[in-house]
């Protein structure tokens, strides 16, 4: 990941951090909370007015073209040759630009420190989720809060009810770029912040999470050792319904250990 400031020339200002995710080629902007809508972009300021400082991807990425030299334009082939440039390249073009535009006084400034105020509100992106039936979701958050989502429950807006009425879509959720968002098929995104705020915490932690799965998740091998039985044993066990694998694939199961036991009683 780059990490770069957003500077106000104008009035020596720091406005925010612009992050740069290499592989995904994807863009965040995390504006300073100090920002009001007469010092924010002006194209973040419908944002900024509703108190959001995180700016989706599809928001910054359109931040960042107003600041690039388009790639129809007549002349870009003499223009990726003077820079040494093989391909047109939208983090390489902006690093030489500086990301510098006529229309205003901001320009980005390269950091190897990822500021505070990023740093303080990445701890409510997501970790990790499940989809869960009925239009639900299992989140958790880098903070290790765990929280139940229910979409019904979220504001009506970016697509949500398009979500919840097709199951394909929804069976596709997983974390976005930077846990910044759920994302489902790649196309729509919910912030990670509607989803803290319209979640409903559950009385269990992460780290409670995880020890459990450590200890009672077997695989194979674990409840072979455990039943004192062998592979085919424990595949006729399976035929007879009398162990049930909670995953399954050609390398192996896995099972919970209540009902591996309850085979010694």
Not at 73 to 88: A, C
Request: aromatic share 8%.
């Amino acid at each position: 990941m780059k990490v770069f400031e957003i500077i106000d020339e104008s009035l020596e200002l720091l406005i925010g951090a612009l992050l740069y995710y290499e592989k995904e080629k994807s863009f965040i902007i995390e504006l300073c909370e100090g920002l009001d809508e007469w010092n924010a972009p002006l194209l973040l300021t419908s944002y900024v007015k509703k108190g959001i400082f995180t700016i989706p991807k599809d928001i910054s990425l359109l931040w960042v073209h107003e600041r690039l030299i388009p790639t129809g334009r007549q002349n870009i082939n003499s223009i990726l040759s003077t820079h040494r440039l093989k391909e047109y390249d939208e983090m390489k073009m902006l690093e030489i630009s500086e990301g510098r535009c006529s229309q205003d006084n901001y320009h980005i400034r390269k950091t190897d420190m990822l500021p505070a105020f990023v740093e303080k509100r990445s701890h409510r992106n997501l970790k990790d989720l499940v989809v869960l039936n009925n239009n639900r979701l299992l989140c958790i958050f880098a903070d290790e809060t765990m929280k139940l989502v229910d979409l019904a429950k979220c504001p009506p807006e970016r697509d949500i009810a398009k979500i919840m009425r097709n199951s394909l879509l929804f069976e596709s959720g997983k974390v976005g770029c930077g846990g910044y968002s759920a994302t489902f098929n790649d196309s729509i995104d919910i912030p990670a912040h509607v989803l803290y705020k319209h979640g409903k915490t559950l009385p269990i932690s992460f780290k409670e999470l995880l020890t459990f799965s450590r200890k009672n998740l077997l695989d194979t091998a674990a409840c072979c050792e455990e039943l004192q039985c062998s592979r085919q044993n424990l595949a006729y066990l399976k035929e007879q319904h009398l162990i049930t694998p909670i995953q399954e694939n050609v390398k192996g199961s896995l099972y919970l250990k209540g009902d591996v036991l309850k085979n010694k009683w």
